[in-house]
């Protein structure tokens, strides 16, 4: 009796584990969604680096760079401890200088170099030529040579400017009689400026050498003929200190233009009686200083009116006769 015959599998043309056909081939642990996922999350980067800005990037940039800088230092510096520690070597437990330190440092070394070449070039300028004084200009003159200022002025051609005392050189220059004030300045690389202002004359008296000039202080500043209308002044003992002399500059001073050019003759023989006499003979009684702006405006408008005598000692009560 024959039993059954064992036979293996059927060849059916198609091996275990291929895959069938019409069903799509895909890989374990890989989704369709995957791809997607990734495009959608690139595009949210961009778009929030869009949104971040050019400036907030670097600076986020730069932030990344420094922590991982210090990541790195930090994992170098262990692995050299640790080498240390397997070697039996001590390790060194000193820190590294804060940043503020060294820039405190570095700032201080620019500091004490600046300091060293600004003192190195000032001691050049002070004792070397090279910023000498080879021209002098002088402005504002008038009746005052140029001669006369530079010899009083004095200055050796040659010195260096920074060796020029200026103040010492104005106060020279204003010696000069007909000088009220100097300014000297120096002009580099090689020049020195001096400006001059000249006194002008506001009265004269007569002396038995001639006429002397003084100006708005009360200073006799020179001996010559006076300027064409300009008025004569009584006064005893015409000078800067002198009570009477001020008092009567101080009323000549406060005069409007249209009224002082009529005045001839200013008498101050004491502060409390100043008198104006005018180029047609007419007298002004002024009386004591006070109120001075007062009375010149009310001078003026009663100059308007026909009189011999016009007094504005009292402003409140102004009388013509």
Avoid at 26 to 51: R, V
Avoid at 284 to 303: H, N
Wanted: charged content about 30%; hydrophobic content about 35%; aromatic content about 4%.
């Amino acid at each position: 009796m024959t039993g059954p015959t064992d036979t293996g599998p059927t060849d059916t043309g198609e091996e275990a584990g291929a895959p069938v056909p019409g069903e799509p081939d895909e890989t374990p642990g890989e989704t369709p969604d995957d791809t997607e996922t990734d495009d959608t999350e690139t595009d949210d980067t961009a778009a929030a680096a869009d949104f971040e800005g050019p400036r907030r990037r670097a600076r986020r940039e730069r932030e990344e760079r420094r922590t991982a800088q210090a990541r790195a230092t930090a994992i170098e510096q262990g692995r050299r401890e640790a080498k240390k520690r397997a070697a039996g070597k001590p390790v060194d437990q000193s820190k590294t200088p804060a940043r503020g330190l060294i820039r405190g440092l570095k700032l201080l070394m620019w500091s004490a170099l600046v300091s060293v070449v600004v003192v190195g070039l000032g001691l050049v300028l002070y004792f070397t030529p090279v910023m000498a004084a080879r021209e002098t200009v002088i402005s504002g003159l008038n009746t005052v040579s140029k001669e006369e200022v530079e010899q009083a002025a004095a200055i050796v051609p040659g010195t260096p400017l920074l060796q020029i005392d200026t103040d010492a050189v104005a106060e020279r220059v204003a010696t000069i009689r007909r000088v009220a004030s100097a300014r000297v300045q120096r002009e580099y690389p090689s020049t020195l400026r001096i400006t001059v202002a000249e006194r002008v004359p506001v009265v004269v008296k007569d002396y038995p050498d001639g006429s002397h000039l003084f100006d708005r202080d009360g200073v006799d500043f020179a001996s010559a003929p006076p300027p064409p209308g300009l008025p004569y002044l009584d006064a005893d003992n015409p000078g800067p200190s002198d009570d009477p002399t001020k008092a009567a500059l101080q009323v000549l001073l406060a005069l409007r233009p249209e009224v002082s050019g009529q005045v001839s003759r200013i008498a101050a023989p004491s502060v409390a009686s100043i008198t104006l006499t005018l180029v047609d003979g007419r007298e002004v009684i002024w009386g004591t200083t006070d109120r001075t702006e007062e009375k010149a405006l009310k001078l003026g408008a009663l100059l308007t009116q026909p009189g011999r005598t016009y007094d504005v000692s009292s402003p409140d009560l102004p009388t013509v006769k």
